[in-house]
């Protein structure tokens, strides 16, 4: 069964760094695209960043364009997410996710992605 594992995140200062892992198993990784999304409290689910399949291609959300960088290593089955100059607003559980099809190109629709990790807390004080 596929499973999406989510580590790295915890409670750090504006203008920290952290670097969220998400392992995966029990899928085809190298054909998927895997994305990052986020949901802070009292809000739904966002988009933050999706990397295709052989990570030559990457999209990012406007609010996180130029801070965090995702990354994946297709033969360790991980993804990373770089969480840099960190914000107040970036306080939320940190969600992994893979495509539900092969071999596109990052989407940044949710419905797109049919598997997902339990989540990972980022907490960003001020």
């Known amino acids: 069964q596929v499973q999406l594992v989510e580590s790295g995140g915890g409670l750090v200062q504006a203008g920290d760094s952290l670097r969220l892992s998400c392992a995966a198993s029990?899928?085809?990784?190298?054909?998927?695209?895997m994305a990052w999304f986020r949901q802070a409290p009292g809000k739904e689910r966002d988009f933050l960043a999706a990397?295709?399949?052989?990570?030559?291609?990457?999209s990012y959300a406007d609010s996180v364009k130029g801070r965090f960088t995702i990354s994946r290593d297709n033969a360790k089955n991980t993804m990373w997410l770089q969480m840099n100059s960190l914000k107040p607003e970036d306080t939320a559980v940190y969600y992994c996710?893979?495509?539900?099809?092969?071999?596109?190109?990052?989407?940044?629709?949710?419905?797109?992605?049919?598997?997902w990790g339990q989540g990972t807390q980022v907490t960003v004080s001020s």
């Open positions: 996710a893979a495509d539900k099809a092969l071999w596109r190109q990052p989407t940044m629709r949710e419905a797109d992605f049919g598997s």
């Open positions: 990397i295709s399949w052989n990570g030559g291609s990457t």
């Open positions: 029990g899928l085809t990784f190298n054909r998927k695209v």
